[in-house]
């Protein structure tokens, strides 16, 4: 059977394969760039599946049909689908009951939300290499942790990284790799490294694919429902625990997030599910300025934004401040003022 692509467009099928997916209790994302289907000789859906940037979701098979080998036909589609876009690295969420289908495809399991589902990649030694190199890079003594998207970095972050090293003898700082605004992620790390460079036992690391990505938790760069922001958000976490093993990290550190909605349930379901696996996690209140105002990104993007960055350059350490007051900085604030949005919702 011919394996034919659905357009967002066309809301009569769409409907007809969410009341599928429905079927089979999944819930269709909310963010896909691409679904496809089989259809019978009546013109309904018997089989789908869908994918949004290197991850592949949304499986659902009619019951009347299992058997048949349609899901095989669903998944080589996506497959080729993905890779004609330049997508080679690929990911996949499956419940529970379906990940041995895909291991058998050459999937390999590397995370899993229990009663939930399951996270797998198309590379036997993808994550397990990612944690070998982490591990190269252990230290003795007391590790933490620290993730961020420092975009861009702030003296909010710097004081975060502060408190960190002052309580450690080695701050694991993970930097978002994720290209998804318009500082680059080249620039962000940059700007990161730059502003730690005096603090001689912070190791830097890209996050690669494993830690709030687009593959693990979409929904930290576009809008979700909660239960979905939820169940990425525990995705998330069972990943960082796996590094945070390679590491012998003992405590992760996060800023509080009064403003921002999934920040704020992000850091919830690290505080509920690390201690689980020995692992602290610290939530410290975000760095004010002297008249009471949180110095945050955000504040720092909408002042880009609005032409106004002498406005936050107290909100900056020098290293960051001199770069946007720089020529190289010039298309960067471009993009920024382009943006019809630019706080972290």
Not at 38 to 44: K, L, P, Q, T, V
Not at 257 to 273: C, D, F, K, Q
């Amino acid at each position: 059977m011919a394996v034919s692509q659905v357009y967002p467009s066309d809301k009569r099928t769409m409907a007809k394969i969410r009341a599928l997916l429905e079927r089979v209790d999944i819930t269709l994302d909310e963010h896909l760039d691409y679904t496809c289907a089989i259809f019978d000789e009546d013109g309904a859906p018997i089989a789908t599946g869908s994918a949004f940037g290197s991850t592949l979701r949304c499986f659902a098979v009619d019951p009347a049909h299992q058997g048949e080998g349609l899901l095989n036909e669903i998944i080589t589609h996506l497959m080729e689908n993905r890779m004609e876009r330049g997508f080679f690295h690929l990911f996949v969420y499956t419940k529970p009951g379906s990940a041995k289908f895909f291991k058998d495809l050459g999937f390999s399991e590397i995370a899993e939300v229990p009663g939930f589902l399951i996270f797998l990649e198309n590379r036997k030694n993808g994550f397990s290499g990612y944690l070998n190199q982490l591990a190269a890079k252990k230290r003795p003594g007391q590790a933490a942790a620290i993730v961020m998207n420092a975009n861009p970095f702030t003296l909010g972050h710097r004081w975060l990284v502060e408190q960190a090293a002052r309580e450690n003898d080695t701050v694991h700082l993970f930097l978002l790799s994720e290209n998804a605004g318009p500082i680059p992620a080249a620039v962000r790390h940059r700007l990161v490294r730059e502003g730690v460079a005096d603090l001689p036992n912070v190791v830097c690391h890209q996050t690669g694919e494993y830690l709030i990505s687009s593959a693990t938790f979409p929904g930290y760069f576009l809008k979700s429902e909660e239960k979905i922001l939820r169940t990425q958000a525990r995705l998330d976490t069972a990943l960082f625990v796996q590094i945070a093993n390679a590491l012998d990290v003992t405590v992760r550190y996060v800023g509080s997030e009064p403003r921002s909605v999934v920040t704020g349930i992000y850091n919830e379901v690290l505080s509920e599910a690390l201690p689980a696996h020995g692992i602290q996690c610290r939530i410290l209140q975000r760095k004010e300025l002297p008249d009471g105002q949180v110095i945050s990104a955000s504040a720092v993007r909408k002042a880009i934004h609005d032409g106004n960055l002498e406005a936050v350059a107290d909100m900056l350490p020098a290293t960051t401040l001199d770069f946007f007051r720089s020529p190289e900085a010039a298309p960067i604030i471009a993009a920024i003022r382009t943006e019809t949005d630019v706080v972290h919702y």
